[in-house]
C-alpha cells in the first residue's frame, strides 16, 4: 500500500500547532469555489478560508453582513469538492452564532455537516464569545477565531480602521487573544493590528496568529484570492501586496475574443467541427 508522504498527506488543526513550534510560517488564502479551491490547494498552501468576505469579493454587497450561512455553506462545500490537501475553514456569517450558544453550536455543526469543512472561524474575543469558543470546541468543533478589525462588527467599529493603536485597546487584544487560547481556539487571525501589537500577542500565546495587515511578526498570513491576484483591482489597502494582475488580463482576453466573434475570425476551422 503506499503511503502518503508528509508534503501529500491532508492538513489538519495539529499541523498548525507543529508548525508554529517549529517556527514555520502558516500560509492561508481565502477562495469561494472548486475552481479556485483546487487551484489554490495546487500552489501548495496549508489552509482555505472560505471567507464572508465572499460578501463584498464575489457577491457585489458592501459588506459581509447580508451573507447568509446558506451562501456559506454553498461556497464552502465547493471549495471542498475542489481541495485535496489543505485545511478548509468556513467562515461564520453574522448572527449564525452571535445570538446563544445554543444557536452557535447548532450552525456550526450544521457547516461543518453539511460543507464538510474542518473547521469553523468565528469573530470576537468578548466573555461571551469565549464561552462560545469552549462549547464549539467541546462539541468537537476546531475554531479559528479573528480578532483586531472584526468586519462584522463595522458598523460598532465605525469603518475598517486599525484596532489597538492605544495601551489600553492593544492590552485589551492581549487579553483576548489569552481567552482564546484557554477557551481553545486552534489559531487567531489577526486584522488591521500594528505589528508591534501583534507581535506581543504572537509571544503571548502558544497558537498561531495568522495576520492580515497585522505585519510580519504573526505566526502566518492570509490573504483574500481575488485581491491577491488583482483580480479586485478597485480595492488597494496599504497591506495588500498583488500577486498579479489578472483583471487586465480578464478584459484583455474577453476583449480580444468579442472583436474575434464580430470580425468573424472566431470560431475558425481549427476550432470548428
Ligand atoms: O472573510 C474573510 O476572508 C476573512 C479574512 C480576511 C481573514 O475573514
Known amino acids: 500500500m503506499n503511503k502518503a508522504t508528509p508534503e501529500q498527506r491532508p492538513i489538519t488543526v495539529r499541523d498548525f500547532a507543529d508548525r508554529k513550534r517549529k517556527g514555520e510560517k502558516i500560509v492561508v488564502m481565502t477562495a469561494y469555489d472548486a475552481l479556485f479551491g483546487r487551484l489554490v490547494d495546487e500552489s501548495g498552501v496549508d489552509a482555505i478560508l472560505v471567507g ?38 468556513i467562515d461564520m456569517p453574522f448572527l449564525s452564532y452571535q445570538a446563544s450558544i445554543e444557536s452557535a453550536v447548532l450552525n456550526c455543526g450544521r457547516a461543518i455537516q453539511e460543507s464538510e469543512a474542518s473547521a469553523v472561524k468565528v469573530e470576537g474575543g468578548s466573555p461571551e464569545m469565549l464561552a462560545t469558543v469552549h462549547a464549539l470546541v467541546r462539541t468537537g468543533i476546531p475554531v479559528m477565531a479573528h480578532i483586531g478589525f472584526t468586519p462584522q462588527s463595522v458598523n460598532t467599529i465605525g469603518g475598517a480602521r486599525v484596532q489597538g493603536r492605544e495601551d489600553e485597546s492593544a492590552m485589551r487584544l492581549i487579553e483576548e487573544a489569552k481567552g482564546l487560547e484557554e477557551a481553545g481556539a486552534f489559531a487567531i487571525v489577526l486584522e488591521l493590528v500594528p505589528n508591534a501589537v501583534s507581535a506581543r500577542i504572537t509571544k503571548a500565546v502558544g497558537i498561531p496568529t495568522i495576520g492580515i495587515g497585522a505585519g510580519v511578526d504573526c505566526d502566518g498570513q492570509v490573504l483574500v484570492l481575488p485581491d491577491v491576484l488583482g483580480l479586485n483591482d478597485t480595492f488597494d489597502p496599504k497591506f495588500l501586496k498583488r500577486y498579479a494582475e489578472m483583471a487586465k488580463e480578464v478584459r484583455s482576453a474577453i476583449g480580444t475574443w468579442a472583436r474575434d466573434v464580430r470580425s468573424g475570425a472566431y470560431p475558425d476551422a481549427e476550432h470548428s467541427f
Open 52 to 89: 464572508d468576505s465572499v460578501g463584498t469579493a464575489i457577491m457585489g454587497y458592501s459588506s459581509t453582513l447580508p451573507v447568509t450561512l446558506d451562501h456559506m455553506i454553498y461556497h464552502a462545500s465547493a471549495v471542498r469538492r475542489g481541495v485535496k490537501r489543505a485545511l478548509v475553514i
